[in-house]
């Protein structure tokens, strides 16, 4: 099974003048390892930011045994503030994990961010699987 992370916005896609896709299976292959990088640099980490709508896992699991969450939806200037941080901590740290894929990966989401704040789109991170 592929995993990746994806940023869903409040708005529709035929609202945006931009592309809001990102290659999000960098980020889910080294999750772990970037929760604990996050603690330790006392930054919010990539969980922090995740919904997922668990009805969407009807088919696969009893959705009555699996966690409810509340619908959140952050501000884009708190996704660029996020992913600048994180950039400025991997790059300053050069964690084994760190990658060119990995390093694409985050420069994507930032750009989502930057033009979600451009259009005044919230948004949060959600699981492809």
Do not use: T
């Not at 603690?39 to 990539?46: D, F, R, T, V």
């Not at 966690?67 to 084994?96: R, T, V």
């Not at 750009?111 to 948004?123: E, L, S």
């Amino acid at each position: 099974m592929s995993v990746a992370f994806y940023i869903e916005l409040d708005k529709k896609d035929s609202e945006l003048d931009f592309e809001p896709y990102v290659e999000g299976k960098p980020i889910a292959w080294v999750f772990e390892e970037l929760e604990l990088f996050c603690k330790k640099h006392n930054i919010k980490a990539i969980s922090d930011y995740v919904y997922q709508d668990i009805s969407e896992f009807e088919d696969d699991f009893d959705v009555d045994d699996l966690p409810q969450q509340i619908e959140e939806w952050f501000d884009a200037k708190e996704g660029i503030l996020f992913i600048n941080n994180l950039q400025e901590k991997l790059l300053l740290d050069k964690p084994k994990f760190l990658d060119e894929n990995l390093e694409y990966a985050l420069e994507e989401f930032l750009n989502v961010f930057i033009n979600a704040d451009r259009v005044g789109a919230k948004w949060h991170l959600a699981l492809d699987m």
